[in-house]
């Protein structure tokens, strides 16, 4: 079993930004991807950002440039820093974790074992 503890959610003024820790423990393997999907009221959850297998970081088309994951490997950590917020950004943020996946499918939530309990952002003025 793997656990995931989300924090540092929070209100930030658009053009803000803010800095997602998901602390990772349990049984974790070299092939663990990391991934953060967001879902806003009456959405479906979304792709924002991965870690694959802690080499290759890749972004939906909509946060490339301003989000950016990066890890911590002593704290077991993984970070999701978020740049020039927008209101569209407004969501709660969920970490995902999972050790079997394949390049095709980080994409899906679906395809994720272990989540965060997640936590809010919102982008207001």
């Known amino acids: 079993q793997v656990q995931l503890v989300e924090s540092g959610g929070g209100l930030v003024q658009p053009g803000g930004s803010l800095r997602l820790s998901c602390a990772v423990s349990?049984?974790?393997?070299?092939?663990?991807?990391i991934g953060w999907f967001r879902q806003a009221p009456g959405k479906e959850r979304e792709f924002v950002a991965t870690?694959?297998?802690?080499?290759?970081?890749y972004y939906a088309d909509s946060v490339k440039g301003r989000f950016t994951i990066s890890r911590d490997n002593a704290k077991m950590t993984w970070y999701l820093q978020m740049n020039s917020l927008k209101p569209d950004d407004t969501a709660v943020y969920y970490c995902?974790?999972?050790?079997?996946?394949?390049?095709?499918?980080?994409?899906?939530?679906?395809?994720?074992?272990?989540w965060g309990q997640g936590t809010q952002v919102t982008v207001s003025s």
């Open positions: 995902a974790g999972d050790s079997g996946l394949i390049l095709s499918s980080i994409g899906s939530h679906k395809n994720y074992d272990y």
């Open positions: 349990g049984r974790t393997s070299s092939q663990l991807t």
């Open positions: 870690s694959f297998r802690g080499r290759t970081s």
